[in-house]
């Protein structure tokens, strides 16, 4: 009898966890600890931004008006470590551009996987509103998939009325992508966090979403997180009403001492705005809500949830909770 050459008994020994199968063997392939954007630097794009160029070049998107809404995948370089410090992500290039089919190309690009889709706010470019969404996607690290939606805001200190406009022309191709998401089979979940004005955007977005599909059409939506809503408050609990109870998927992050938000109030002529009311005005509203204010210990205290860990954290028990 001819001994068992000993590569064949650890075969052997492992055939029932691995098949001994090479490659594709547990034992040669240990699963990645690694989740979401470090795993896979992928940022989803929909937009209402005019491209910049064919092909497309640097900044990507502009602050005009797309007739159309357009889907991009951004490929991301992640930062690097050195002895300087730790750099930030960056955009390395925009591929797989869709002008014809946007909603569709994008419920795809995140089929079978949960989404963390962010809006952003007032005075965003297409660049600095992708940073955002990378900061909070990691912060969270959040497992599934990372989508932005991005509207043409202008980038300027003097554009809020304009940018107001352009969020809320904004709306139709809001809804005809998260319908289109929520119609996917095999979809994932959809957590929706979005910032300042871009939280007015969502609501009305939401709310044309309710009256347009019902319950069906909101079931795949999970978290919402309103972040420093600059929403009037009178305009907000209206909103929510026509929510109804789907009104108990929304968390407020807001803060007495936004003082980006007390600008608002005095532009919109005293009334205050739902990201600056007390908390029991609006959790009276039927929604959760977490007070920031005593985090806020800088000049303008409007992204806390981005700059402050323990303030991003509401946004990942929210995920979580849903």
């Known amino acids: 009898m001819f001994p068992v050459p000993r590569l064949a008994l650890v ?24 989740v979401g954007l470090a795993r896979d630097p992928k940022l989803l794009v929909a937009t209402t931004r005019l491209p910049v160029g064919d092909p497309l070049r640097k900044p990507w998107f502009s602050s005009e008006r797309s007739p159309d809404m357009i889907f991009a995948e951004a490929r991301l370089t992640p930062p690097s470590d ?17 002008r ?33 969404t990378v900061d909070l996607s990691e912060g969270i690290r959040f497992a599934g998939v990372t989508g ?16 107001r406009e352009s969020a809320m022309w904004s709306r139709d191709a809001l809804e005809d992508l998260l319908t289109a998401i929520a119609k996917t089979p095999s979809g994932g979940r959809i957590h929706i966090v979005a910032h300042s004005m871009g939280t ?31 929403i009037d408050i009178d305009l907000f609990a209206r909103g929510l009403e026509r929510l109804g109870p789907d009104a108990k998927k929304i968390t407020v992050i807001s803060s007495t001492n936004d003082r ?6 005095r532009l919109a002529g ?21 007070d920031a204010s005593e985090f806020g210990g800088g000049i303008i205290n409007h992204d806390l949830f981005l700059s402050n860990k323990e303030v991003q954290q509401v946004v990942k028990r929210a995920i979580e909770r849903s």
């Open 100 to 132: 014809s089919n946007a909603a569709q190309a994008f419920a795809q690009a995140a089929f079978g996987h949960n989404l963390l889709l962010y809006i952003h706010g007032y005075k965003e470019s297409f660049e600095t509103a992708a940073t955002s």
């Open 148 to 163: 932005l939606f991005t509207w043409p805001s202008a980038a300027s200190t003097f554009s809020y009325v304009a940018d």
């Open 200 to 230: 007015m955007l969502t609501l009305e977005t939401l709310r044309m979403l309710r009256a347009s599909g019902g319950e069906n059409a909101m079931e795949r939506i999970g978290a919402v997180v309103l972040a420093a809503p600059d």
């Open 11 to 34: 075969c052997l020994a492992s055939l029932a966890l691995s098949g001994c199968l090479g490659e594709d063997s547990a034992l040669v392939s240990p699963v990645s600890s690694q």
């Open 270 to 290: 005293g009334i205050i705005r739902a990201g600056a009311a007390d908390r029991e005005r609006l959790e009276s509203l039927g929604v959760r809500v977490a």
């Open 82 to 98: 050195s002895l300087i410090g730790r750099g930030d992500w960056s955009i390395a290039k925009v591929e797989n551009v869709d």
């Open 260 to 265: 980006a938000l007390a600008v608002s109030s």
